[in-house]
C-alpha cells in the first residue's frame, strides 16, 4: 500500500459534499475516509425523545447512545457516504473499525471534571489497529469509508471518537497527510470573521486559545488528537474545510512548537 492521504470528515459537513468526491479523484495517493456522525446522533437522539449528553466535547455513550451511534453512523451516515463515491466514479466500500476487528479497543476509565468523577459509558479507548482489511481494499483499488466504531476482545462494541480513529490510523498506515475536514474551514481567532484565520497553529497557539476562548470544545479535541499524530510520526496535518483539500487556502497547518 502506497502512503494514503487519511480524510476526516464530520457530520456537520455532510449537506455540502459537492466539490468533495471530485477533489478525491484528482488526488494521486490512495485516500481512507474517516467520517463521524455526531449531529446525526443527536438529531435521532432526540426523535427517540432521549437527551445526549456531551462532556468537554466529547459525547457519553450509554447503552442507548451506543445503538443510536451504530444505527446513524454504520448505517445511515456510512451508507450514504458510499454511495456518493460510487455514483461520482470511485469504488469505496464501507466499514466500521468492528469489521475485521480493525479497532481493537477498551472501555475509557473514567475522568475526574471540575472534582467530579465522569464515566463517558461505552467510549472505547484504542489499544491496536489491525490495517490489515484497510491495505487489502487500497491494493484492490477501493476506497475505504470507515464509522469510528471499535471492538474490545469479547465483542464488546464502543463508540470511538472520529478524530482519535483518523489520527490513529493515520500513524500505523504511515500516511503522507491527514486533513481533519471542519464547516468552519482552519482554526479561527473569530469565527465570525474569516480573516483571523490562523495559518499554522503551534502548542503555544493552542494554549493561548484555549485561555482566550477561541479554541474551545471539538475543536479543542481535534488540535489535541492532530498534535499526536504528529507525534507519531505523520508529517503533515491540516485542519480546513470541505472545499480546501487540494488548495488549503484557507486552512490551518498544526505543528510541532515554533522554534
Known amino acids: ?28 495517493s490512495p485516500v481512507v475516509i ?20 456531551i462532556i468537554e466535547g466529547r459525547r457519553v455513550t450509554g447503552p ?15 451508507v450514504r457516504l458510499v454511495a456518493q463515491a460510487n455514483a461520482c466514479g470511485l469504488k469505496a466500500v ?6 475485521g476487528a480493525m479497532i481493537n479497543v477498551r472501555r475509557r476509565e473514567p475522568w475526574v471534571i471540575d472534582g467530579e468523577k465522569v ?4 467510549v472505547g479507548e484504542i489499544v491496536s489497529i489491525d490495517t490489515t482489511l484497510i491495505e487489502t481494499i487500497s491494493d484492490a483499488g477501493f476506497i475505504s469509508i470507515i464509522a469510528p466504531l471499535g471492538i474490545d476482545n469479547s465483542g464488546q462494541r464502543y463508540n470511538v471518537n472520529a478524530d482519535t ?19 468552519s474551514g482552519g482554526v479561527l481567532r473569530n469565527l465570525n470573521d ?11 497557539d493552542e494554549t493561548a486559545g484555549i485561555t482566550q476562548g477561541w479554541i474551545s470544545g471539538g475543536m479543542s479535541v481535534k488540535i489535541q488528537t492532530a498534535r499526536s499524530a504528529l507525534e507519531k510520526g505523520v508529517s503533515s496535518v491540516w ?18 512548537e515554533k522554534e
Request: with cysteine.
Open 1 to 28: 500500500m502506497r502512503a494514503p492521504i487519511v480524510i476526516k470528515i464530520g457530520g456537520a459537513v455532510l449537506d455540502n459534499l459537492t466539490r468533495f468526491w471530485d477533489q478525491i479523484k484528482a488526488m494521486d
Open 119 to 122: 464515566d463517558f459509558g461505552w
Open 194 to 204: 474569516p480573516s483571523s484565520l490562523l495559518r499554522t497553529c503551534s502548542p503555544s
Open 94 to 99: 464501507g466499514l466500521s473499525g468492528v469489521d
Open 165 to 183: 480513529v483518523a489520527c490513529t490510523l493515520a500513524a500505523h498506515i504511515h500516511a503522507k497527510e491527514l486533513l481533519l475536514v471542519t464547516d
Open 64 to 78: 442507548l447512545d451506543l445503538k443510536i451511534a451504530e444505527w446513524a453512523m454504520r448505517g445511515a451516515v456510512n
Open 34 to 53: 474517516v467520517h463521524g456522525g455526531g449531529i446525526q446522533s443527536t438529531s435521532l437522539a432526540k426523535r427517540l425523545g432521549h437527551a445526549p449528553k
Open 239 to 256: 485542519v480546513l474545510g470541505v472545499d480546501d483539500l487540494l488548495e488549503k487556502q484557507n486552512a490551518t497547518s498544526i505543528i510541532m
